[in-house]
């Protein structure tokens, strides 16, 4: 059954911070993609996530990637994607794993897709976006243990669960992803995002955005902010933290486009962090 989520789940899930906490509690976050020539798409990834209260954000991505990186969001610390030894580093010490923004399906892209594959752990978080759902689609990789969360727009749907898009219905949906290992998270970016989870029966339908969001970059903010609301507010189910950050996410772009045609990505971030703050304060 769908259900309609409204702005009850940010009350749900958005909490004051303690007093006595430190960055080390809201959340490392390992964002990795950028691959020429999409570097525009990690940076608007890690804007998000760091716009959203994560606590330690590290981003791999191309070495000429990062100057433009820190110029955006010196807050984030960054390396070269294709330092193995450092990419090894942090991926065996951070608690969020987002993997795709911007990244090439290429040679580099498949190693780094095996490479996060192999490595991730059991208690972490893995995020695919992007280039690594296309290159997941296309090879035949198994699952980690890893509590798994997709975010496919409609075309990388159809590769990923081998549904048309005429055939992506609610019924249809749920049993592909129902061939996830249990718990996988589904986010169907399309007007009206949906959202799955393997072995739940009812799916959740975003009751805010529109057309004004149809831009590129959208996908990449959003996977930025699910990544930052994951690694915080652990008091509540990692849904309701994916459900939340999607429903922030088009609620802000509903607010900005009562003034604005177009809804840009990077204006989504900047607001964040005072609509968290007006949750808060409700």
Request: charged share 20%; glycine share 10%; aromatic share 6%.
């Amino acid at each position: 059954m769908k259900q309609l989520v409204d702005k009850k789940i940010l009350n749900e899930v958005i909490e004051e911070r303690s007093k006595d906490s430190h960055k080390g509690n809201y959340g490392r976050l390992l964002l990795i993609g950028g691959t020429y020539p999409y570097g525009g798409a990690i940076i608007m990834a890690a804007l998000a996530a760091v716009h959203s209260g994560a606590g330690l954000v590290t981003v791999a991505t191309d070495r000429d990637n990062i100057p433009a990186l820190h110029s955006h969001l010196p807050e984030a610390m960054a390396f070269d994607v294709k330092d193995k030894d450092r990419l090894k580093e942090q991926l065996a010490k951070v608690d969020i794993i987002l993997l795709g923004p911007g990244l090439a399906e290429d040679d580099l892209g498949l190693e780094l897709l095996e490479t996060v594959l192999g490595q991730v752990k059991e208690q972490q978080i893995l995020i695919l976006d992007g280039g690594a759902i296309s290159l997941f689609s296309k090879v035949t990789l198994p699952l980690p243990q890893a509590q798994t969360i997709f975010t496919p727009h409609q075309k990388e749907w159809e590769r990923l669960g081998g549904l048309a898009l005429a055939e992506q219905l609610d019924t249809a949906n749920q049993e592909a992803v129902d061939r996830f290992a249990p718990g996988t998270i589904v986010v169907q970016k399309k007007p009206g995002t949906t959202l799955y989870q393997s072995g739940v029966v009812d799916c959740y339908q975003i009751s805010a955005g529109g057309p004004y969001q149809a831009t590129g970059g959208m996908g990449d903010t959003l996977a930025g902010m699910i990544a930052g609301f994951a690694g915080q507010f652990s008091k509540t189910s990692l849904f309701k933290r994916v459900l939340a950050a999607t429903y922030l996410h088009s609620a802000i772009a509903d607010e900005l486009s009562q003034k604005a045609y177009v809804v840009l990505p990077t204006d989504i971030s900047r607001k964040i962090p005072s609509a968290m703050k007006k949750v808060t304060e409700e």
